[in-house]
């Protein structure tokens, strides 16, 4: 199983971006998809975005489409999103996540707050 640790979350004024990392290690195998789960307070954990481990094909959450962008880097075990015009809806914890086949691996998340 892999470890992932994510950074790059701040405060940032809404119209703002800002680049989450996440970062892994150990073993990648039998992992379906990276992805990227947020968390607000008093709400559910939600999907966010999703990349397959070639990277041939992404997923977004509509609320999200057209302003964030997942990408990997294989070969620095990472993978990124790119967050555009962050809007204060956006305030989240922001976990980056391995799905296997019947479960899930969690980093720690990291904040993201946007101001109005």
């Known amino acids: 199983q892999v470890q992932l640790v994510e950074s790059g979350g701040g405060l940032v004024q809404a119209g703002g971006s800002l680049r989450l990392s996440c970062a892994a290690s150990g073993r990648p195998d039998s992992i379906y998809t990276m992805n990227w789960f947020r968390q607000a307070p008093g709400k559910e954990r939600e999907f966010v975005a999703a990349?397959?481990?070639?990277?041939?094909?992404?997923w977004y959450a509509d609320p999200v489409k057209g302003r964030f962008t997942i990408s990997r880097d294989n070969a620095n075990n990472a993978v990124y999103l790119q967050m555009n015009n962050l809007k204060p809806e956006d305030t989240a914890v922001y976990y980056c996540?391995?799905?296997?086949?019947?479960?899930?691996?969690w980093g720690q998340g990291t904040q993201v707050t946007v101001s109005s």
């Open positions: 990349i397959t481990l070639s990277g041939d094909s992404t």
């Open positions: 996540g391995a799905r296997y086949s019947t479960y899930y691996i």
